[in-house]
């Protein structure tokens, strides 16, 4: 899936925060990523992807990439989304931690980092069907766990 065939694209989708932040932040993939979710009902995310969104901005505006107020207004835009239910929430229950906790324990061929195992998790009891991410790690986790992948 090159993003230029919606026809393609299978939701619930979940997205994580390397791809959160191509919404908010213009890069190479933005325009495309925005052109092929605008407007659907079917975007989930967690309070973890909103909080990692943050420090990626925070760590833009360090290297000088974006600027005080940039970083503010990204988060604005990003808080009002979810305020206006653009996106559903997935939650962190106790229960995602522990079956998180699980996939890390009987996973030895992908080295999943904890944020990642609590990501796939959350799409998976959201039952989404593709996980939107630029993370080649949970990329993998995802397929191998029956979910597409967008970008493929």
């Known amino acids: 899936m090159t993003g230029s065939d919606q026809s393609d694209i299978v939701g619930p989708f979940y997205f994580d925060a390397s791809a959160l932040v191509k919404l908010y932040v213009p890069s190479q993939y933005s325009y495309v990523l925005n052109r092929d979710f605008a407007g659907r009902k079917d975007l989930v995310l967690s309070e973890l992807s909103i909080t990692e969104v943050t420090s990626a901005i925070c760590r833009l505006r360090r290297e000088g990439d974006l600027t005080q107020a940039d970083i503010n207004q990204i988060h604005r835009r990003l808080l009002l989304d979810v305020a206006k239910e653009t996106f559903e929430n997935g939650e962190l229950t106790s229960n995602v931690h522990r079956d998180a906790e699980k996939r ?18 959350l799409a998976l009891a959201s039952r989404c069907q593709t996980m939107v991410t630029y993370d080649r790690r949970l990329a993998e986790a995802s397929r191998r766990h029956g979910l597409v992948v967008y970008p493929d």
């Open 104 to 121: 890390l324990l009987a996973s030895e061929e992908i080295e999943l980092r904890a944020a990642d195992a609590l990501h796939l998790e």
